[in-house]
Each structure stands twice: as structure tokens, then as C-alpha cells.
């Protein structure tokens, strides 16, 4: 009787054994599959261009916008055009985003011209004019297409302003 309970116990741990290396070979299975799809995902699948985050709801791609050569000029700090009294000033600083590097070298030459003609015309707008984002984004476009009247080389793609305080 005891050598047939040895015998049962002695096939039941080699039974467990062989379950035990079973299912640790079926763990490393997976995890080399994981691995493999993680590196597929974010390794292999990063090259291709992110189209899937261009792609508006609707399925149409939206184009990637091209960024030009950025040049900051200065601060400029003016009155605003006065109606009832009230005196208004306006600080904007502005950076130029130029279409290539010959309309930076044509601003840079002509960088008295230029400014002297952003502060008059930030001196002709008033508060109401150039309130909200709306009106930020007029006074934008207004400076970008005042600004490409003075170049030949090149042009003005964008303005951004980098800071915009009215008091």
C-alpha cells in the first residue's frame, strides 16, 4: 500500500512538471509576441509618416503645413488711434515667418522701412479693431500683406505675434 502511494505521488509531480513547463513555454510564447508587435508598433510603424493623425473625422488628410525661416523683430510699443479721450496703448512683439532665407535678408535691409510702416499702421487701429482673435487675426493678415509690398526676393508666409498687451 505504501509503495502504491509512492508510485501515485512520484506520476502526479511528473505530471505537474510537465504542466509546469507547459505552461511556461506557452508564457514565453506570448510574451516574445508582445514584443514583437511592440517593436513593430513603435519602432518599424514610427518611419512611415503619421498620416492616421493627419486624417481629419471626416477621412479627408489635411496637409501638413511647411514652416518657413522664423525672424523676430522687435517689440514695438505705440498709442493706438484715439476716439473719446481715452488713451490706448498697444506692446506687440512679432515674429516673421518668411517664405526662404532671401526675403530674411531683404527685411533685415530694410528693417527701418519696415518697422516704421508696422508702427503706423498699429497707430491707426483702434482698441475695438484689434480686440478678440478675430481682430488679431486681421491685424495679422493686414501686417503680412503690408509687409510683402516691400519685398521682391521673397515673402512674408505668416506673422506671429509672441506677445500682444493693450492698456
Known amino acids: ?9 512520484e506520476v502526479q509531480a511528473g505530471s505537474n512538471n510537465k504542466m509546469m513547463l507547459m505552461l511556461f513555454a506557452v508564457n514565453m510564447v506570448l510574451v516574445v509576441l508582445f514584443g514583437a508587435a511592440m517593436l513593430y508598433f513603435l519602432v518599424l510603424k514610427g518611419d ?10 471626416d477621412g479627408v488628410e489635411t496637409p501638413v503645413m511647411e514652416q518657413g525661416i522664423f525672424l ?4 514695438f510699443i505705440t498709442n493706438l488711434y484715439v476716439r473719446k479721450g481715452q ?14 532665407k532671401d526675403a530674411v535678408e531683404e527685411i533685415k535691409e530694410r528693417l527701418p522701412q519696415i518697422r516704421n510702416s508696422i508702427i503706423l499702421l498699429l497707430a491707426s487701429k483702434t482698441v475695438k479693431e484689434i480686440s478678440g482673435s478675430d481682430g488679431m487675426a486681421a ?26 498687451v493693450v492698456q
Do not use: W
Open 1 to 9: 500500500m505504501a509503495e502504491e502511494a509512492a508510485a501515485t505521488a
Open 48 to 57: 512611415e509618416p503619421a498620416k492616421a493623425e493627419e486624417t481629419a473625422e
Open 139 to 164: 491685424l495679422q493678415e493686414e501686417i503680412r500683406g503690408h509687409l510683402n509690398k516691400f519685398l521682391s526676393k521673397g515673402k512674408v508666409i505668416r506673422v506671429c505675434f509672441t506677445e500682444f
Open 72 to 75: 523676430p523683430i522687435d517689440t
Open 87 to 100: 488713451v490706448h496703448y498697444l506692446k506687440v512683439s512679432i515674429t516673421l515667418e518668411c517664405e526662404n
